[in-house]
Nanobody
């Protein structure tokens, strides 16, 4: 069964850190580019950070540049999102998703938008930044 499972969300104070994990099962992650998306209440889902299947090409939304870092561990079939200096506006449900197209260990990274990541999606993990 093809599945992505996110974990690591929670409640954190402004300025704090969290590390989200996205574990894949039923398929090998290094065949796909992968992205982290988030959706805040009343807002559209947006691309936060994306990573090529090779791990060499990255994208970060302007709102998270310098604070978030995306990485992958192919041996563990897991992708991570390290989130530092968290702000209340980072509060959202965070999802990981893959492309539907295989880009096996490629440096190519499609646009970090929903229409480029129409493969597998996780169920989401809540991140709340509040004092």
């Amino acid at each position: 069964q093809v599945q992505l499972v996110e974990s690591g969300g929670g409640l954190v104070q402004p300025g704090g850190s969290l590390r989200l994990s996205c574990a894949a099962s039923g398929f090998t992650l290094d065949y796909y580019a992968i992205g982290w998306f988030r959706q805040a209440p009343g807002k559209e889902r947006e691309g936060v950070s994306c990573l090529s299947s090779s791990g060499h090409s990255t994208y970060y939304a302007d709102s998270v540049k310098g604070r978030f870092t995306i990485s992958r561990d192919n041996a563990k079939n897991t992708v991570y999102l390290q989130m530092n200096s968290l702000k209340p506006e980072d509060t959202a449900v965070y999802y990981c998703a893959t492309t539907a197209i295989r880009y096996y260990r490629a440096n190519y990274l499609p646009s970090c938008r929903l229409d480029s990541f129409q493969g597998s999606w996780g169920q989401g993990t809540q991140v709340t930044v509040s004092s």
